[in-house]
């Protein structure tokens, strides 16, 4: 290495950890589908003895597609897919679009504009499924279909994932320095290693431009749409599967759906907020934030419901009563303090933050160390955690057994009888489900911790001694006394 050579800076533990994150993810998505069905219990029962268990008895017990892995992809199911984001894109660009400017890019020091219309296109799109629902009911033909082609949808989505990560890594190559088009690689994202850089993302903000549609910005428009309305849109088909097993929707079910609802539509109606987000300034689009944004949101999110729709746990008033205050308390926090943060930048004599304190740094930036930025450095993440951990315990003591029919009266047992006669318990399952139902929230906090540690050192570059100076009077970097 040459003497002056910058020393490169991995994240996720540089190109082996891209690459175990790359090929093991798909698999993993693969494994909760699986492990966790509707066809033998959650888990599967032939998972709690391993060392005896056959491949045959496994398939057997897991939605195992008839013609093996020919039949985890069909036509039919690529093409609702392309249809689904075709439908997509023409709501994009027929319905009223709020635009925005988005933060000055690095070279250029010039902003690109974004049009926003993701709020208006879930609505289109949930609204058209509530007619239907009306009419045809649970049995309504898009709720049937997401349910009878799960795993292939799930497949077609990890394709294009694939795809569209392959597109935007090759034309990564065409960006030159001071192009007109306003084009740069992420800081982090063009380091040589072929496998790391297509997950982390060598272009900042690739667009693309399409007849008739006209230019798209590819990553937020990712972000924000197909994955976020698609996650929506599953809660509501494993909410009519619920209808259609047991004949009634459980309060659990409705309180599941309602608060993800919330999450969708909250996040796509204030969607211009993406805009001061590290996904949209620092990190490229690659397959980390495709992957994320059409499978792993829409797919791994909806566990909750796609379990409940099998085990329809009730919570009563008193469950429903400490979720929601949960809920409540967790999005005070992330909104108060977002909104106390958005205030002191843009209006710094308003009332509500004119007597706080503050640290002046060199660069002119005033840090906020009172008020809620002085509890911890990133108090609206353990808001954010807050606020999506009864994702996870709406699921209670998660596990069950699927019998056939008379079985639970003979094993004298007690459980829930589906419409068909099937029988459900929770038998030796209890408490292993969880593994399934409460990895959102364990997976939420380890990526809030891993995005504060990247936020830390993005501040100290920028910062310098003014940040260790900010530290040492914020001491705590997410939750106080804690972490």
């Known amino acids: 290495m040459a003497p002056n050579a910058k020393k490169i800076e991995y994240e996720f533990g540089g190109p082996l950890g891209a690459a175990g994150i790359v090929f093991g993810l798909p698999v ?10 509707d066809v033998s219990g959650c888990p599967a029962p032939g998972l709690f003895s391993p ?34 984001y075709l ?5 994009y660009r027929v319905l009223p679009a709020h635009r ?20 208006s296109s879930t609505l289109v799109q949930v609204a058209a499924c509530a007619v239907g629902t009306y009419v045809y009911g649970a049995n309504f033909v898009v709720w049937r279909w997401i ?13 294009l994932s694939w795809a569209i990560s392959i597109y935007v890594y090759a034309v990564s190559f065409t960006v030159k320095p001071g192009n007109g088009q306003l084009r740069e690689l992420a800081k982090g994202g063009h380091t040589g290693n072929l496998i790391y850089d297509f997950y982390i993302g060598r272009e900042l ?25 698609g996650w929506l849109i599953l809660d509501l088909a494993f909410m009519a599967k619920q209808h259609r097993n047991y004949g009634y929707i459980t309060d659990s079910m409705i309180f599941v759906t309602a608060i993800q609802g919330y999450y969708v539509l909250e996040g796509q109606y204030a969607e211009a907020g993406i805009l ?27 566990t909750q419901c796609r379990y409940l729709a099998v085990y329809p746990t009730h919570l009563g008033w008193p469950g429903l009563a400490l979720l929601t205050s949960a809920f409540a308390i967790g999005l005070y926090i992330f909104r108060a303090s977002n909104t106390q943060k958005a205030v002191f930048r843009k209006t710094p004599n308003d009332p509500s933050v004119a007597g706080l304190s503050y640290l002046q740094t060199k660069r002119g930036t005033r840090l906020l160390t009172s008020g809620w930025w002085g509890v911890s450095r990133h108090i609206n993440y353990f808001g954010d955690w807050m606020q999506s951990l009864p994702f996870s315990l709406a699921a209670g003591l998660a596990g069950y057994v699927i019998l056939p029919s008379g079985a639970m009266a003979a094993a004298d047992v007690l459980g829930y009888r589906m419409n068909d006669g099937t029988e459900v318990v929770q038998s030796v399952a209890k408490g ?19 995005r504060e540690g990247r936020d830390d050192a993005a501040c100290a570059e920028k910062y310098g001694a003014d940040w260790e100076k900010y530290k040492s009077v914020v001491r705590w970097k997410i939750l106080p006394g804690v972490y």
């Open 28 to 37: 993993l998505v693969y494994v909760f589908f699986f492990a966790c069905n």
């Open 51 to 84: 060392r005896d268990l056959t491949w045959d008895t496994l398939k057997s017990q897991i939605p195992w597609p008839e013609d093996g892995l020919a039949g985890f992809i069909t036509l039919e199911a690529a093409g609702w897919t392309f249809a689904y």
């Open 87 to 91: 439908l997509s894109l023409v709501l």
């Open 100 to 119: 925005v400017l988005g933060t000055k890019l690095r070279e250029s020091g010039r902003p690109l504009d974004y049009s926003f219309n993701a709020f």
């Open 147 to 159: 349910d009878n082609n799960y795993l292939q949808l799930l497949t077609a989505n990890i394709l």
């Open 205 to 229: 903000n690739p667009r693309i431009t399409l007849p008739i549609f006209g230019e798209i910005d590819i990553k937020t428009w990712l972000e924000m749409r197909p994955g976020l309305t």
């Open 276 to 302: 001061s987000m590290m996904d949209i300034i620092t990190d490229g689009l690659g397959f980390m934030l495709t992957f994320g944004d059409i499978v792993w949101v829409p797919f791994i999110y909806s």
């Open 432 to 450: 292993w489900g969880v593994i399934f139902t409460a990895f959102h929230a364990l997976y939420f906090a380890v990526l809030l911790i891993h």
